[in-house]
C-alpha cells in the first residue's frame, strides 16, 4: 500500500508542479530539470497526513507541491561549488553542472517564491489556513530551520573540532528535520486539527531519515543513490555513524522510527500507510 501510495501522490504532486512552473523563458527548462526525479517523501507526507483525517489528496495538492518546490530549491542551491560543490543528484548532472552556476542560483529563487505561490492559492482552504501554512513553511524553511541547519554544516567545516551528538542532532533538525516536520504537520492544518502528534511523528522521522542517509554514505553506492558518496568521511566530517558507529547508528535509526510509529497511536488504523512511510524511511537504498 506505502509504495502504491507514495508513488500515486508523487505523480499527483509532480503534475501540480508542472502546471505552475513557467511555459517559456530561460528558467523553464532548469525548473523542470531541478524538479524532475526524487522519492517525492516530503509532499507523499502532506498528501497522507490529509488523507488520514478527511481532506482529499486532491486539496492537498498545493501544499505538497510547495514544500517539493522548497526541497527542490535546497538541494539546487547545496549542490554549488560555495556549497557542497556536488556534481551528481538524483543520478543526474546536477543543474549548475548542467547549465552554470547563475542558473542554477535563480533556479533555486525562483522554486522558493512558487512555493508560496502555491501554498498561498485560493484552493488550498480559507484564509487562515493559507496564512498558517505559509507562515510555518517559512519558519520551517529559513534562518531557524532548513536554512539554519546548512548554515550549521557550512561552519562545521572549519570548525577546531568535530561536532558532538547534540551539536549534530540539532544541525540536522534543520537541515533535513525542518521540512519532513512541516510535511507531516501540514495535513492537521489543512483539517483544522491538532497538529502535535504529526510533530512528534515528524521529529523522530526526520531524524531517522538523516541517520539512513549517514548510513548510506557509507554503505551505498553513487549509482544507486543517485549522489557522491563517502564524502563526509574524505572530509573528516562527524556524522551519526562516524560518532555512534554503523551497527549503533543503525539501532538508532530503528528507535527513532518505533517512536514514530508510537506517534501516530490516536489515528489508530488510519495511520497504518504513515507507519509504513516510516519504516521505509530506514529500509530505503537511496
Given at each position: 500500500m506505502f509504495r502504491e501510495r507514495l508513488g500515486d501522490d508523487s505523480a499527483l504532486v509532480g503534475a501540480c508542479l508542472l502546471e505552475a512552473l513557467p511555459d517559456s523563458g530561460?528558467?523553464?527548462?532548469?525548473?523542470r530539470y531541478a524538479v524532475a526525479g526524487g522519492k517525492g517523501l516530503r509532499g507523499f507526507l502532506v498528501i497522507e497526513g490529509a488523507r488520514m483525517l478527511g481532506v482529499a489528496p486532491d486539496a492537498a495538492r498545493h501544499p505538497a507541491a510547495a514544500v517539493e518546490a522548497i526541497h527542490a530549491y535546497s538541494l539546487v542551491h547545496d549542490d554549488l561549488p560555495?556549497?557542497?560543490?556536488?556534481?551528481?543528484?538524483?543520478?543526474?548532472?546536477?543543474?549548475?553542472?548542467?547549465?552554470?552556476?547563475?542558473?542554477?542560483?535563480?533556479?533555486?529563487?525562483?522554486?522558493?517564491?512558487?512555493?508560496?505561490?502555491?501554498?498561498?492559492?485560493?484552493?488550498?482552504?480559507?484564509?487562515?489556513?493559507?496564512?498558517?501554512?505559509?507562515?510555518?513553511?517559512?519558519?520551517?524553511?529559513?534562518?531557524?530551520?532548513?536554512?539554519?541547519?546548512?548554515?550549521?554544516d557550512i561552519a562545521a567545516e572549519t570548525a577546531a573540532a568535530?561536532?558532538?551528538?547534540?551539536?549534530?542532532?540539532?544541525?540536522?533538525?534543520g537541515k533535513t528535520?525542518?521540512?519532513?516536520?512541516?510535511?507531516?504537520?501540514?495535513?492537521?492544518?489543512?483539517?483544522?486539527?491538532?497538529?502535535?502528534?504529526?510533530?512528534?511523528y515528524g521529529e523522530a522521522l526526520g531524524l531517522a531519515f538523516q541517520i539512513a542517509d549517514d548510513v548510506l554514505d557509507v554503505e551505498g553506492d553513487a549509482e544507486t543513490v543517485g549522489k557522491a558518496v563517502g564524502k563526509d568521511a574524505d572530509a573528516g566530517k562527524a556524522t551519526f555513524?562516524?560518532?555512534?558507529?554503523?551497527?549503533?547508528?543503525?539501532?538508532?535509526a530503528s528507535d527513532l522510527v518505533d517512536d514514530a510509529i508510537e506517534a501516530l497511536a490516536p489515528y489508530g488504523?488510519?495511520?497504518?500507510?504513515?507507519?509504513e512511510a516510516a519504516r521505509f524511511v530506514i529500509a530505503r537504498d537511496a
Open positions: 530561460p528558467l523553464a527548462e532548469p525548473m560555495a556549497m557542497d560543490d556536488d556534481d551528481l543528484r538524483r543520478g543526474q548532472p546536477t543543474v549548475h553542472r548542467k547549465w552554470d552556476e547563475a542558473t542554477a542560483i535563480l533556479v533555486g529563487d525562483a522554486l522558493q517564491s512558487l512555493a508560496f505561490e502555491l501554498v498561498a492559492r485560493d484552493e488550498v482552504g480559507p484564509a487562515e489556513v493559507r496564512i498558517e501554512l505559509s507562515r510555518t513553511l517559512a519558519e520551517a524553511a529559513g534562518a531557524r530551520g532548513m536554512v539554519l541547519g546548512q548554515a550549521l568535530p561536532l558532538t551528538l547534540d551539536e549534530i542532532m540539532t544541525l540536522q533538525a528535520g525542518a521540512l519532513l516536520r512541516w510535511s507531516a504537520m501540514a495535513g492537521a492544518r489543512l483539517a483544522g486539527e491538532s497538529p502535535e502528534p504529526l510533530r512528534r555513524v562516524s560518532l555512534l558507529g554503523l551497527e549503533a547508528a543503525k539501532s538508532r488504523e488510519r495511520a497504518e500507510t504513515l507507519r
